[in-house]
Each structure stands twice: as C-alpha cells, then as structure tokens.
C-alpha cells in the first residue's frame, strides 16, 4: 500500500517530501485567500435540440492539429463562464507553451500583466516534468498513473490549460476571501450549441481544458499549481463516471493534489473548525462552510486510504462508474471488504474526533489516520456536572462529539442520556451513537451506545468514571443512505450527572380516600439525593404531565423520589403511560393500572 503524500505550507515554506516516506503531517499555518472549485456549479443536464444528452453521448468533435502544428503565438478564441452574471461570454487567448501533454493557453489582456513567461513556464514545469511530491514526474504524470488518462475529444494528446481572470461574484465582494481558483467545464466535452440549466445557452469549446484564475495568486505559487492537478482529477473522473456526486468528485480531486505533493491546509484547517459539517450533504453550502465541505471529502478519502488499501481503493473509486454510496460500497466489495457505508462513516467521524486523544494514549484501527496527524476539538466539553444542552441540530452524515472530563479526585461514576426531538420520515434512518473511553493505562476502548428508536433515547452508564476511566466522548450522528438524503436532519438533548446510575424500585400507588389522586415513589439504593428525577405522563397520544420534577424526601438510609398528581374522573386510568427519567436516561416506565 502506498503512502498518500500531502505537502504543508509552513511558515510560508513549501517543504518537499519524498513519495516512500510515511508522513506524520500536523497543520499550524494560515494562508491569506480561501481557495475553491467551482465544478460543481457547472455539471447538469445539459441539452440540444430537445433532448438530454447523455453523459457519454459526445459528438463528434473536429480534430484539432497534433502538437508540433500549434506553434507558440497561435491564436484562438474560448467560451467562459461568468459565475457573477451566470451567462457564457467569449476571450481572447494565445498558446504560451506547449509541452509533452500541455498547451498553455493566457487570456490575452492577462499577458504581461498578471501572467509573464515565467508563471508560464513554472506551470509547464508542473504539468510536464516534475512536483514537489517527485521530481521526475508532473501532474499529468502522476495522476494518469493512478487514475487512467483523461479524455482526449480533441484527439490531439493534450490537456488545455488555459490561464485566465475568472468572472467571480467572490471575487468583487470585500466582504469575503473566497477566490474561484479554477473549473473544469463538462460542456466542452461535447459538441456546438448546447443549453445548460443554471447558464443558459452555453457554446462548447470542443476540447480538453482546464480553467485557472490568474489573479490574486500567480499560477506559478504551488497553491495554484495544486487546483491545476484538482481539475485534472475532475477531467479524468468525468470520463469514468461523468454524474458522480460532488463530495466524492472533490475528495477525489483533493486526493489528486495531495498526491502530487500539495497543500491542502485551507481546506482541511476549514474542516478541523468546523467538524460537523456534513460529508455528503452540500445543498445547503455557504461562503462559511463551503470549505470545510472540501476538508470533510478530503479526509474522507484519506481516511478510505489509510484504512482500505491505499491509493489502488481510491482509484477503483474513481474509475467506478457507480456514482454517489452505492460506488464506495461496491468498489470496497470487490476488494473482499463488505462493509455498509454508515458503518464506515461511523468509524471515520470516531477517527476524527480522537485526533485531539492521540498524545493521551493508544488509538487502534479503525479509529484513527496513519498518514496524517489532525486536531478536531469537540463541540462540547464538561469538566463540572451536572451538564445539559438542548436543541442541538446534527445534518445527515455530520457528527457531534461530547467530551466528558474528571472533575474532582474523589468523583465516582458518570451517567449521559441523550433524547431526540423528531421523528424521521423514513425507515432507513440510523442514528447512531458512538462511545470512546480513555482508561489510566492510557487504552483507548471505542463501544456503541444502544439508542432505542421507539422513544428516541439513548443512556449511558459509566460507573468506573473517575477511576478506571479519565475521558469518555459520545459521539451521535444521524446516517441515511437513501437517495433522498439531503436536508435531513435531527435536532436531541443531552444531560450529564456525577455518579453511578444505581438501582431503583418504582411503586405506583392511588390515593386510598381520593381515587383521583395518585403517587410515583422511586426508592434507590443510593443513600443520598445526587440525582434530579422528572415524571411524563402521557394519554392517547397527548401529554398530561410534560417532565415535572420529582420531590426528593429524606430519609437514613435511601433515597427516596416522591410526585403526586391528581387526574380528571373522565381519564381512564388503564390508558395512561408514566416515565421516570433521569435527564435523558430513563429510569423505568409503565401503564398508570
């Protein structure tokens, strides 16, 4: 299995690895633009004369002249989409270079001005012949190796890239640093005057191209040269499976750069602020999370290489012309491994968080990177208890992590209950819960939490917190696979008590003189009152009493929970359902008769 190379920018120094040596990469710098693709904004349907072109329905596209024909000053002109203005317009441009699989093309009012001959050649450079992550292969190079060659509807044996000022709405706004860095655009692999549905019509440029902006970086920086390997990756994974779904086509594509030795430090330190950002679920993308979306598809696929054989999974991935879950689960099947995806995305968001434990003591597989060090803080931390949050919203395959820590020497026990507050539309939901605890010996041990659909709870007791046990994380996601996935989400509870959850005997007892009148009594084997204890009563699908507290009573040697309610004479007794739970953790339930 070969390693996955990432290159850092540290410092503002780009230090090259070689590809043999496994990395142990940790992310601390900061770089001063916000970088992204704007691929996805382009794929669609695309239409002529009527009817949807199917992805492989590609014309036949006029053959260009071979390499040695296009001399340096050739002239031609591109379409180019305006992102601000969602419309095609036209460019002038003149080939600049041309190397063993490049055409360089610059816009000409970019010449001498943002791009010289220098930037043109350092791309070449790039492309052709050598990059950080090995000094005798370029981009093309590397990526073909791993992932096949890209189409070639042109015929001619070369990539465009054609170096240009990408019209951006981003790009005028002062108010953001997000630059559109580069595309691939889908359009050009077909044929004359199409018609797309966010663009309009739209004309092909009938060749092979990728799309770099020229502005605010130079593409002779490596962090321009690495969106030049992204959209490579796009161009290669259309011709193997032209409806992929965003975030496996990006993840991919991130994968490509970090193979060829680039920073991805923007993205992934996106991902690391912001860590329950959905993996699959970008429909409700904004300028604030859009990177972390790119983080959280990257390291996905880190995380499959790390785990599931290396970049030879990562390119049957690619090459599979499966689209979407249904894609990952198959490519991993044929490799003998038969797992479900949920499964697999339950481990992945296990790997993150205990990124912040890794120092603390021994994480085993699957619950961890090996070719890459990370720090993902939890959202919720407790050091004091009890501790309760409410209305906590978790998107479709995003994850939560809740980090409980000792709070004194002397604290034995820790009890977590976790509620939800909705019922999911489909049958297919999973939510699954996740549980890490870090022993003195400084073993990491990783547990499921049994979470109980038919009232949307789940409880945890951990007696030896405090002793045996340091830390424990609980980890809740929400995991539906169908093809309806996206905008799904939950919204839960949570609550923390100090000590151990203890044994209860539950007496349910009518008032002997008022039959109108009743009592709930919980007797526990604790001798003193550390808990707080509620009462629900529910009737015919309505609740009469809404979590009413308990009445703690003192008494030597237990303790005991008191609650007395009176109910109307109309209600019939033998239809009324108690619960007695403590926080989210319930304690017992049953029929009123």
């Known amino acids: ?329 198959q490519t991993l099947k044929t490799q003998g491994i038969n797992k479900s995806f949920s499964n697999i995305f339950s481990d992945w968001k296990v790997a993150n968080y205990l990124t912040t434990w890794r120092t603390l003591g021994t994480v085993e597989n699957p619950f961890r990177y090996n070719s890459i060090v990370l720090s993902i803080p939890p959202q919720f931390e407790h050091v004091s208890y009890p501790a309760n949050s409410k209305n906590r919203r978790l998107a479709n395959f995003s994850a939560h992590a809740i980090e409980c820590k000792v709070a004194t020497a002397g604290q034995a026990g820790l009890t977590l209950g976790l509620s939800t507050q909705r019922q999911l539309n489909t049958s297919l939901a999973i939510i699954d819960v996740k549980a890490a605890y870090l022993h003195t010996s400084g073993e990491i041990a990783v547990g499921k939490v049994p979470f109980r659909t038919v009232d949307g709870t789940a409880s945890l007791d951990v007696p030896t917190f405090g002793t045996d046990i340091q830390r424990l994380l609980v980890i809740p996601s929400l995991q539906i696979e169908n093809a309806s996935f996206a905008q799904q989400t939950i919204t839960y509870d949570y609550s923390i008590f100090e000590g151990n959850l203890g044994s209860y005997t539950t007496h349910v007892l009518p008032n002997p003189i008022h039959p109108n009148y009743w009592e709930i009594i919980a007797v526990s084997n604790e001798p003193a009152a550390v808990h707080a204890f509620t009462v629900t009563l529910t009737y015919q699908n309505r609740k009469l009493l809404d979590a009413k507290p308990m009445i703690y009573l003192e008494n030597e040697k237990t303790a005991l929970y008191r609650y007395a309610f009176n109910l109307k004479p109309d209600i019939a007794i033998e239809k009324v359902k108690w619960t007695i739970k403590r926080g989210e953790t319930l304690i017992d339930e049953g029929i009123l008769w």
Not at 101 to 107: D, K, M, R, T, W
């Open 1 to 329: 299995m070969r390693k996955i190379t990432v290159k850092v920018l540290l410092l503002m120094l780009t230090l090259a690895i070689p590809l043999a040596m496994p990395l142990a990469i940790h992310f601390a710098a900061q770089s001063s633009h916000a970088f992204q693709c704007h691929y996805h904004a382009i794929k669609g349907p695309l239409l002529k004369e009527g009817l949807i072109l199917p992805p492989s329905d590609l014309g036949t596209a006029p053959k260009h002249p071979a390499a040695p024909a296009l001399n340096i000053g050739f002239q031609r002109s591109f379409f180019a989409i305006d992102f601000a203005r969602k419309q095609q317009y036209s460019i002038s441009a003149t080939l600049r270079a041309s190397g063993t699989h490049s055409y360089i093309f610059v816009e000409d009012s970019e010449w001498q001005t943002h791009i010289t001959t220098q930037t043109v050649q350092s791309v070449q450079r790039a492309f052709d012949s050598a990059t950080p992550a090995d000094p005798r292969r370029g981009i093309y190079d590397i990526l073909t190796e791993d992932f096949g060659p890209p189409p070639d509807v042109d015929e001619n044996d070369k990539v465009i890239i054609l170096l240009l000022n990408i019209l951006d709405s981003q790009v005028n706004m002062s108010t953001t640093s997000h630059t559109t860095a580069g595309y691939f655009m889908p359009i050009d692999q077909y044929r004359g005057r199409l018609h797309h549905p966010a663009f309009g019509p739209v004309h092909s440029n009938e060749a092979d191209i990728i799309y770099i902006n020229s502005r605010n970086h130079h593409p002779n920086t490596s962090v321009m040269q690495s969106v030049i390997a992204h959209e490579l990756q796009h161009l290669i994974h259309w011709r193997h499976s032209p409806n992929e779904e965003i975030w496996i086509d990006e993840g991919c594509a991130d994968y490509a750069a970090s193979q060829c030795g680039y920073n991805l430090y923007q993205h992934v330190n996106a991902f690391q602020k912001a860590p329950n950002t959905s993996l699959i679920d970008w429909t409700q993308q904004t300028d604030t999370n859009l990177l972390a979306h790119y983080g959280a598809a990257f390291l996905f696929m880190v995380y499959v290489h790390d785990q599931y054989g290396g970049t030879e999974t990562i390119a049957a991935l690619v090459k599979n012309p499966l689209d979407g879950i249904p894609g990952i689960t």
